[in-house]
């Protein structure tokens, strides 16, 4: 039985996917590492919101942040081109969260006490 996930047409329909999942990712301001960083759930509902069907492997998303970096690095390169604006940064945090500070006192912590 031949291996269809590695025949030319599943190269070709690997590249067209990661370039569309790229282009919508690009435009919210995730970067390579951030997207290889989500977890498969997130990175699941991440295609179906580009209009894609979810990659089966990881061969397909390494190749969207690849693709990512080299939009990045080229977007660096000509700031002012029109292709190198982002359409929606401002949903970056839809689906990758900031870390989360903890809270400080500015001293050592002690339980509340409550008179009895």
């Known amino acids: 039985m031949p291996d269809y996930a590695h025949t030319d047409h599943a190269s070709k329909g ?5 370039r569309r999942l790229a282009a919508y990712v690009w435009h919210r301001g995730i970067s390579g590492a951030e997207l290889l960083a989500l977890p498969a759930p997130a990175r699941r509902k991440l295609a179906r919101a580009a209009g ?9 998303w390494t190749l969207v942040a690849r693709l ?3 939009k990045d690095a080229w977007a660096a390169r000509h700031p002012d081109h029109p292709a190198a ?3 929606c940064p ?3 945090i839809l689906w990758v969260k900031p870390p989360v500070r903890p809270w ?13």
């Open 90 to 92: 401002d949903e970056k």
């Open 104 to 116: 400080t006192t500015g001293g050592t912590a002690t339980p509340d006490r409550h008179p009895s």
């Open 14 to 18: 690997r590249a067209d996917k990661a």
């Open 68 to 70: 990512l970096d080299e």
């Open 85 to 87: 604006q982002r359409e």
């Open 52 to 60: 894609t069907n979810p990659p089966g492997t990881d061969e397909t």
